[in-house]
């Protein structure tokens, strides 16, 4: 029968001739669709042509009006707008790839198990890897490098904790980057241990191993661009927004999606060192379909995680440990001044309270009356009331709802009670700003964006913990988590009126999924899969199960 109906269509699409049809590239049909257009916010099929949305109405109306070159069934599947991170490290994702991965280990002895089963494998001059986070062993303590040191005596070996804002070295990499005992960096700490390096560095003092990396050929980093690539592609993900990039990585992408051999929309954030900061200011914004570089990324401030994220009072499991500002207050200011007399968005990672404020008052004062910049604060983590109050639709708050997911088991114990009220505090944010972009920050979280659909909705882990959510006053509505991972994302981008939902004349970047997560029930849309993912009309993953 379905034979049947295909070869009818076929043959109403080809042969009809009542009157002349439109050309037209692609119908998608018998579709449950989510426009997320408030004009038009379903429908059952439309028509691509060109790479955009030419038309959306009835399959009966579509198949009278156009004639179409390729015609595609959804099954009555739904299909969403393609999906926009709003926040993650699209080419850290890459690297990560073609390195030791520690995501998930549950101890140190398997971090290490982990690093000896790469060598094996890999036999590099210098180990690097990435995942590790103490919080999810048993024994929640910072690491030390002695049983590294014993294993790997003369290899360098640098990984890096789950959040990016920690580094365990052995003695080979702090030898080969000149830190001893004495070393000292402002906006981190290089943790010692009865005097003696323990080999864990925190923030700014990361970037002394960082620099002696080995640097990787253009050929490495196309591999890991283009592996990347194909993981977003097949969670439906049609753009992503990496937050910090050098020009020279900006430039490598811009080359190979010129060439077509990378498709996927990249916003692109300038990472905030000063060469790359004047370069940009120099040269200006770039845009294209498929790039957009016009924004820088700051860091105000570290991770909670590692408490280095900057609190106005102390840490309550450390006393007299308040965090640490990675620029300083009076560097941040000059520099928000600079970006504000150009074109581009300033876009700022802020954790703790004390550096929200700072990002927050800096960014009203420094803008003034100017009332669509659309500055970002990414994370937006843990906001005082005092700031809260200030909040309005002029800031764009870009949050990941699985950082909530993944800190609430001890989130309380660094901040006490009090804080916890305006820490992850999405749907606060949202009802001060009116839209709110989510993103995932992977990989310190999963690329998977049905897992920050889940943790913006239900607050819970995926093993459905706690029970009735966590601080499930602050979740959001399955309509707001999917404007906030296509409408909402594209607006942060300044790009809502080319994509960002199934509308004529945008881009028709769209995914068919195999679950409808707008209807099924809530604990079961983290095993939602994607079907189809499309970017402007092409077919650029599909799942054969």
Known sequence: MQKLSLFILGALVSFSCSKPKEQADLLVYNANIYTVDQNTPSAEAFIVKDGKFLALG???????????????????????????????????????????????????????????????????????????????????????????????????VAVTRVDGHAILANQAALNAASITAATQVEGGEVLLKNGELTGVLIDNPMELIEKIYPEPTVREQTIALQDAEITN?????????????????????????????????????????????????????????????????????????????????????????????????????????RIAESPFQMNTHAIGDSANAVVINTYYDVLKDDTNR???????????????????????MSVQPTHATSDMYWAEDRLGASRMEGAYAYKKLLNKTGKLALGTDYPVENVNPFYTFYAAVARKDLEQFPENGFQKEDALTREEALKGMTIWAAYSNFEEKEKGSITIGKMADFVILEQDIMKIDEDSIPKTKVKATFVGGEKVFENSL
């Open 233 to 337: 592609f097949s969670y439906g993900l049609t753009t992503v927004d990496d937050a910090g990039l050098s020009p020279d990585v900006i430039q490598l992408i811009d080359s190979l999606q010129q060439s077509d051999a990378l498709k996927i929309r990249v916003y692109a954030m300038v990472s905030n060192v000063p060469d790359y900061v004047s370069y940009y200011l120099d040269k200006g914004p770039l845009k294209t379909d498929h790039l957009n570089v016009s924004s820088f990324k700051v860091y105000a401030d570290g991770a909670l995680g590692s408490r280095g994220a900057a609190l106005k009072a102390s840490y309550s499991d450390q006393d007299n440990h308040h965090g640490a500002m990675v620029i300083g207050v009076d560097a941040f200011k000059k520099l928000a001044k």
């Open 374 to 396: 659309r500055w970002r604060v990414e994370h937006a983590q843990v906001v005082a009331p005092e700031e809260f109050d200030m909040l309005n639709e002029n800031l764009v």
């Open 58 to 156: 009835s399959t009966e109306a579509l198949m009278e009006a156009y004639k179409v070159k390729e015609l595609y069934d959804a099954e009555g599947k739904a299909v969403l707008p393609g999906l926009i991170d709003a926040h993650c490290h699209f080419y850290g994702l890459g690297m990560q790839k073609q390195r030791v991965d520690l995501t998930g280990t549950k101890s140190y002895d398997e971090v290490l198990e982990r690093i000896v089963e790469f060598q094996k494998d890999k036999k590099t001059s210098f180990i690097i890897g990435r995942g590790w986070d103490q919080n999810d062993w048993e024994i929640k303590e910072f690491p030390t490098k002695d049983k590294l040191d014993s294993l790997f005596p003369n290899t360098p």
